[in-house]
Structure formats: C-alpha cells, structure tokens
C-alpha cells in the first residue's frame, strides 16, 4: 500500500514542476513540448538527480529523499519558504516506515477564548485545522449571518464559500484569492494528516461536485497561516472592506482565530459599527417579542 505521505509528496512535486516553464529556468523549450511545464529529466537534471529516482518520488513509490536531495529539488523548483517546509515535512514522514500518531480527538474552544471572542467589537471567528466553524462572537454574526441556518457539519469555511446557494460571493474581485488562501490552508492540514476522515470528507465532496475546487486544489498551494483584504457586499450598509489575519491559538495542530478589521475612522469602520447596532436592535426587538409571548 502506498504511504499516504508519500503520495501527496508526489502529488506536490507534479504541481511545482507543472507550474515551471523552460525559461523560468534557463532552458530553452526545444520543438514540440507535450506537457506545458517541465519535463521530469529536466527537472531531474537542475536538481542534480537521476531521472528514474525522480519519477519514483513522483509516483509515491518507496523512496526516502535524503535533505540535500530535498535541498537540491526546492531550489530547482523555486520553492518559497512556506512551500520548501511543507516538502521537508511530507518527506521527513514517507521515510517513517509507518506513519506518526496523529490527534484525531474532537476540536474544543477553551471557554477563555469564547470569553475573548465575545469582549471583541470586531468580527472574529475560530476556525479548527479543516476550517470548520468552532465559535464566533456577535459582530460576526452580523457580517457574516447567523450559522444556526446550517447544520453543525456543513459549518465549514471551505463548504461554505463553493455552496452552489451562496454564488453571490462569488461576484467579489478577490473571492479566488481568499478561496486560494483558504485551500492552502486545507493542504496544510492534509499534508500533516492526508488521511483524516474530516479532510477527506470535505475534499472528497467538493472534487465531485465542483469543477472550480477541483481546478484550484489541483495547484497544490499550501499555506500554514493567512492574511488579505475581502469586500463584504451588505445590502443594509453597502460594500464594507476589511482586512482579515489569522492567529493560531495552542494546540498541535490547534485552531486558528480569523479576525477581520476595518481602517480606523474610515467609512468601512463606520459602515462595521451601523451594522452591529443594526444587529443589536434587530436582536433587542426579538428578545422583548419573545418575553411578551410568555
């Protein structure tokens, strides 16, 4: 049986290598070319190696990549930091002859974080290692809607952002690149447990049913943490620009806290503050209604 690691490790050498061109490099293309980026043998040849041991990591066969291998591949590829630490740690467990023990205990929220949460007057979410939707506090509630609409298995970040009911987001100028930052992020996840029930039920469903997953997962990007800017189209205030971070909370893997933030004394920080108060009397006006109703 092929080691898990092992295969992915070769799915990603395949992805960097696809995204190569001859003169990224230095080569030139030389007649006709059957495949848009590198060919393995010239890969092979800028990384110093043999053409068939090459071929063998891509296949996910039994090879154990010694580091200098590793280093030879990352600068053939041009790996960034975060992509040449994520190749040393797919590697690092296919050379284990069975793969580490992994957490796999249910995802908790420290009550110290949701007291956090709830202080914040700004939106925040925490998000666990799949991008499932652990807590959030008010102010996201009112950006983002109320996820009581969902049932607890759909609360996830990724099955969010590609439900076919929700394509409206996706008229946004930068919902590919947050849908990018938000799959790297998954591929993280995946590279550190690429047999988790949880992430092979999320990928697993959207490869099947979206043709857009599938072609942006197939890049193979990964990303162990994430910032941006998003536009948040609100049909009560207009269109609010935030910028979002992500903070990682204790834990290995531990969940992560999604805060988004408006300039200050901008009008999105002014647009942010009429929505909350338009959350907060929308929800003073459904408490008094049910305390009537008694």
Not at 10 to 21: M, N, S
Not at 277 to 286: D, K, P
Request: net charge neutral; aromatic share 6%; charged share 30%.
């Amino acid at each position: 049986m092929t080691n898990p690691y092992a295969r992915e490790l070769g799915d990603f050498l395949r992805a960097r290598r696809g995204r190569l061109r001859p003169h990224d490099v230095g080569l030139e293309p030389g007649g006709r070319r059957k495949v848009s980026g590198l060919r393995r043998e010239e890969l092979s040849l800028l990384a110093g190696l043999s053409t068939d041991y090459y071929q063998r990591m891509e296949q996910g066969r039994e090879v154990r990549p010694s580091d200098d291998v590793l280093d030879a591949l990352a600068g053939a590829l041009g790996l960034d930091h975060e992509e040449r630490r994520h190749l040393f740690a797919l590697a690092h467990a296919a050379r284990r002859p069975r793969p580490a023990r992994v957490d796999r205990g249910p995802e908790t929220v420290p009550d110290s974080t949701r007291r956090l949460l709830r202080v914040m007057d700004t939106p925040a979410v925490v998000l666990g290692r799949h991008l499932d939707l652990l807590a959030w506090n008010p102010m996201a509630e009112a950006l983002l809607g109320s996820p009581d609409a969902y049932p607890p298995d759909r609360l996830n970040m990724l099955l969010l952002m590609f439900d076919d009911t929700l394509t409206g987001e996706r008229s946004c100028p930068d919902w590919e690149r947050q849908a990018l930052d938000f799959i790297g992020m998954m591929r993280a996840a995946v590279g550190a447990d690429p047999t988790h029930p949880r992430a092979t039920a999320v990928v697993g469903e959207l490869s099947i049913r979206s043709a857009e997953f599938r072609r942006l997962w197939a890049r193979h990007d990964v990303r162990a943490s994430v910032s941006g800017t998003k536009t948040f189209r609100v049909p009560e205030v207009g269109d609010i620009v935030l910028d979002w971070d992500t903070y990682p909370l204790p834990g290995d893997p531990g969940p992560v806290m999604l805060v988004y933030t408006a300039e200050p004394d901008s009008a999105d920080a002014d647009r942010l503050r009429l929505l909350a108060s338009m959350r907060a009397t929308r929800s003073a006006l459904t408490d008094r209604h049910r305390r009537l109703a008694r």
